[in-house]
């Protein structure tokens, strides 16, 4: 069966400090991962996503992932937080019934 | 379009009462979901149309939730006799049919069964 681990459920890190959130899964096949951002009163919002080719990728507001097929990791990161990326933010595997992680709260520390 | 939308955003409910929600996706998206998602946790894949076809839904769909969407538009999720347990976010997304697919989250309906 699918699933998604987040080992962190909560983060703090300074502005502009580095950023790495992990997420493994399971999966029986080639997992199609995604990671979403949640912001207080707001709907989830799609960060990137994988599914093939380059396992390491880029998505928006700065952030990236990178696949790793041996560790069954999708981790996210970002070289500089910005207090506006405090927020919780979820791993997702899966297609049409997708399986979220956890999560893990960010706290951003001025 | 301004993408997913759900109707009501909040709803406090007593307990035994039947409630119901609707989700409109986003114009031309012919795939809608629904999804659970309660305090502290990643949200729980309840269940997926294509079109008006029901086409997956999950053990956590227990008998007193059903779902429709009669015209492969608008959706709605009614839950029955509900009870404490039920509290909790119901989120429906939309994605357009192909291998893979982004889901566009609504904003979701908050129950409170009280």
């Known amino acids: 069966a699918q699933s998604v681990t987040q080992p962190d459920i909560h983060i703090t890190v300074s502005e502009g400090a580095s950023l790495e959130l992990r997420c493994n899964y399971s999966y029986g096949a080639t997992p199609y991962l995604f990671w979403y951002v949640q912001s207080p009163g707001q709907g989830l919002q799609l960060l990137l996503k994988?599914?093939?080719?380059?396992?390491l990728v880029q998505g928006i507001k700065g952030f990236e992932a990178e696949f790793k097929r041996s560790q069954s990791s999708f981790n996210l990161r970002k070289p500089s937080v910005h207090w506006s990326d405090a927020a919780e933010y979820f791993c997702?595997?899966?297609?049409?019934?997708?399986?979220f992680g956890a999560g893990t709260r960010l706290t951003v520390k001025p | 379009d301004t993408g997913v939308s759900q109707d009501p955003r909040h709803k406090i409910t007593k307990r035994g009462q039947n409630v119901t929600f609707r989700c409109d996706p986003i114009?031309?998206?012919?795939?809608l979901y629904w999804y659970r998602q309660t305090l502290g946790q990643g949200p729980e894949f309840l269940t997926y149309f294509q079109n008006e076809a029901q086409l997956e839904k999950s053990r956590l769909l227990s008998d007193r939730f059903s779902a429709e969407r009669p015209k492969g538009s608008f959706s709605t999720l009614e839950i029955q006799r509900t009870e404490q347990g039920d509290s909790a976010m119901y989120l429906c997304?939309?994605?357009?049919?192909?291998?893979?697919?982004?889901?566009?989250f609504g904003p979701g309906t908050r129950l409170t069964v009280l």
């Open positions: 997304a939309s994605s357009l049919d192909r291998g893979w697919n982004e889901q566009f």
């Open positions: 997702a595997v899966g297609n049409n019934d997708m399986r």
């Open positions: 994988y599914f093939s080719g380059d396992t």
């Open positions: 114009s031309e998206h012919n795939r």
